[in-house]
């Protein structure tokens, strides 16, 4: 591989750039979600084991995580939160049997020395994974081995649940046309942007760990269902976040950890396959004791995310709201136990802390 140690950072960031567009390009043909996120993370793994030196700024990245926490709270809609609450019993009973599952998993890959102590356990949550691994991050986790065990997840969940959809159904085939710079109401955006920009603010004073993204997430979910704002994001800033979020994670990358991660990958593997058969096993219940229709019980259930997820329910005959609800409700209980969750298990699980084996696999600096 070809030394970018040489080059200057303008000339490492050409070179990202030009194999980052083609990527990103290819994923978005086969419309596979978060393309735009993995093709620039891709890339950054790539110019990162080429002894590239160049990192995305801190108050960069902050500023696309403030997007996320936003698009997120876009998402967490009052009708979707109305839907949680009427149907709450089932949601959590399917929920705490994923979560179980997960942190089962994670506790297994840690035990067993597979990824360290917490990050194993993040790796394994179940949700938006973009998300899961800043919040990892903020809580001492390796954000590298998350994310390669995230997004791993995230191929082979989408690859099944499509594969799934289209044998249940025939499918609509529908591909959403994307406009991507559409006029904008002024007020709106800018309210918008000052939400985006005032989650690393409070969050840096008040200290919340990933605040960057929770700040906006929480403030947004209240000031929209109140409505005295509306959230606005044009398709071009989330592409410009999500590929600044890929791009930071990818360039911290290092040969140690990309071959600790091929060293895992088997067994990780596994792991995510018992996870989606468990999630199976879930929905097949859904189905037989609650009468719900098994398409919909398995997006509903499977472990790829809402996003993901969204995705595929739209070109299929399910109950999106009901889909929609359930990864939600996930997302949502994950977010809040997910940290304790996390240390409880790590702490009582018998399982090496993060750092007995980080200090293995050389940190690169942000």
């Given at each position: 591989?070809?030394?970018?140690?040489?080059?200057?950072?303008?000339?490492?960031?050409?070179?990202?750039?030009?194999?980052?567009?083609?990527?990103?390009?290819?994923?978005?043909?086969?419309?596979?979600?978060?393309?735009?996120?993995?093709?620039?993370?891709?890339?950054a793994?790539?110019?990162?084991?080429?002894?590239?030196?160049?990192?995305?700024p801190?108050?960069?990245?902050?500023?696309?995580?403030?997007?996320?926490?936003?698009?997120?709270?876009?998402?967490?809609?009052?009708?979707?939160?109305?839907?949680?609450?009427?149907?709450?019993?089932?949601?959590?009973?399917?929920?705490?049997?994923?979560?179980?599952?997960?942190?089962?998993?994670?506790?297994?890959?840690?035990?067993?020395?597979?990824?360290?102590?917490?990050?194993?356990?993040?790796?394994?949550?179940?949700?938006?994974?973009?998300?899961?691994?800043?919040?990892?991050?903020?809580?001492?986790?390796?954000?590298?081995?998350?994310?390669?065990?995230?997004?791993?997840?995230?191929?082979?969940?989408?690859?099944?649940?499509?594969?799934?959809?289209?044998?249940?159904?025939?499918?609509?085939?529908?591909?959403?046309?994307?406009?991507?710079?559409?006029?904008?109401?002024?007020?709106?955006?800018?309210?918008?942007?000052?939400?985006?920009?005032?989650?690393?603010?409070?969050?840096?004073?008040?200290?919340?760990p990933?605040g960057?993204?929770?700040?906006?997430?929480?403030?947004?979910?209240?000031?929209?269902?109140?409505?005295?704002?509306?959230i606005?994001?044009?398709?071009?800033?989330?592409?410009?976040?999500?590929?600044?979020?890929?791009?930071?994670?990818?360039?911290?990358?290092?040969?140690?950890?990309v071959?600790?991660?091929?060293?895992?990958?088997?067994?990780?593997?596994?792991?995510?396959?018992?996870?989606?058969?468990?999630?199976?096993?879930?929905?097949?219940?859904?189905?037989?004791?609650?009468?719900?229709?098994?398409?919909?019980?398995?997006?509903?259930?499977?472990?790829?995310?809402?996003?993901s997820?969204?995705?595929?329910?739209?070109?299929?005959?399910?109950?999106?709201?009901?889909?929609?609800?359930?990864?939600?409700?996930?997302?949502?209980?994950?977010?809040?136990?997910?940290?304790?969750?996390?240390?409880?298990?790590?702490?009582?699980?018998?399982v090496?802390?993060?750092?007995?084996?980080?200090?293995?696999?050389?940190?690169?600096?942000?």
């Amino acid at each position: 591989m070809i030394s970018l140690a040489r080059f200057v950072p303008w000339q490492q960031w050409l070179v990202f750039a030009a194999i980052a567009a083609p990527l990103t390009a290819a994923f978005e043909l086969v419309r596979l979600p978060a393309g735009t996120l993995l093709g620039p993370m891709i890339a950054a793994i790539l110019v990162a084991l080429g002894a590239g030196t160049i990192r995305v700024p801190e108050v960069a990245f902050k500023a696309a995580q403030g997007v996320l926490g936003c698009l997120i709270a876009n998402s967490l809609t009052g009708p979707i939160l109305g839907d949680i609450l009427h149907d709450w019993p089932l949601l959590l009973g399917s929920v705490f049997g994923v979560l179980v599952a997960s942190s089962a998993i994670g506790w297994f890959l840690a035990r067993r020395r597979v990824l360290p102590g917490t990050t194993a356990i993040w790796g394994s949550y179940p949700g938006a994974a973009a998300a899961m691994c800043l919040m990892a991050d903020a809580f001492g986790a390796d954000i590298r081995l998350v994310s390669f065990m995230q997004y791993w997840r995230v191929l082979l969940v989408v690859a099944t649940a499509s594969t799934v959809a289209r044998i249940w159904s025939s499918g609509s085939g529908y591909v959403p046309h994307i406009v991507w710079f559409p006029d904008l109401p002024p007020l709106s955006f800018a309210a918008t942007l000052g939400l985006c920009a005032l989650g690393p603010v409070l969050g840096d004073r008040l200290r919340i760990p990933s605040g960057a993204m929770l700040v906006p997430l929480v403030l947004g979910m209240a000031l929209q269902d109140t409505g005295i704002i509306t959230i606005v994001l044009p398709p071009w800033l989330l592409v410009v976040s999500f590929a600044l979020v890929g791009a930071s994670i990818g360039l911290r990358f290092s040969r140690e950890i990309v071959f600790h991660a091929a060293r895992a990958l088997p067994r990780v593997t596994g792991a995510i396959v018992v996870l989606i058969a468990t999630c199976g096993a879930i929905a097949w219940m859904l189905t037989h004791f609650a009468g719900i229709d098994p398409l919909t019980a398995y997006l509903a259930t499977s472990p790829g995310g809402a996003d993901s997820m969204a995705i595929i329910a739209a070109s299929s005959p399910v109950d999106r709201p009901f889909v929609m609800a359930l990864q939600t409700a996930r997302f949502i209980i994950i977010l809040i136990v997910g940290p304790g969750l996390a240390r409880l298990i790590a702490r009582h699980g018998g399982v090496p802390p993060d750092i007995a084996m980080t200090m293995e696999i050389p940190v690169r600096s942000r």
